[in-house]
Nanobody, 120 residues
Framework: QVQLVESGGGLVQAGGSLRLSCAAS????????MAWFRQGPGKEREFVAA????????RYADSVKGRFTISRDNPKNTAYLLMNTLKPEDTAVYYC?????????????WGQGTQVTVSS
């Protein structure tokens, strides 16, 4: 019964920035670790970033480390992904998900995705 809704995607030039948002339903948002995944054209889904329940621990894919920042605002039931220095290879549908921890490797609830397109 966890509903996740991503927003903030769009078209941006290479080198630009976007901030994605993931709004969650319910009163138990802080009970879940959150993660972002993406799936580019012709590619498989890949892990991007994750954040722990309280926000103290984060994990990033090597491809985005140093450029992307995951965060969360538990009172607002919202997780974020700030994407800086975007590259054309970042073009993908981005999804948020909930799980037990940043290391569990199991993500249970998924949003509908938001398209990010980076032009050269």
């Amino acid at each position: 019964q966890v509903q996740l809704v991503e927003s903030g995607g769009g078209l941006v030039q290479a080198g630009g920035s976007l901030r994605l948002s993931c709004a969650a339903s319910g009163r138990t948002f802080s009970n879940y670790a959150m993660a972002w995944f993406r799936q580019g054209p012709g590619k498989e889904r890949e892990f991007v970033a994750a954040i722990s329940r309280g926000g103290s621990s984060t994990r990033y894919a090597d491809s985005v480390k140093g450029r992307f920042t995951i965060s969360r605002d538990n009172p607002k039931n919202t997780a974020y992904l700030l994407m800086n220095t975007l590259k054309p290879e970042d073009t993908a549908v981005y999804y948020c998900a909930t799980g037990l921890s940043v290391l569990a490797g199991t993500w249970d609830s998924w949003g509908q995705g938001t398209q990010v397109t980076v032009s050269s």
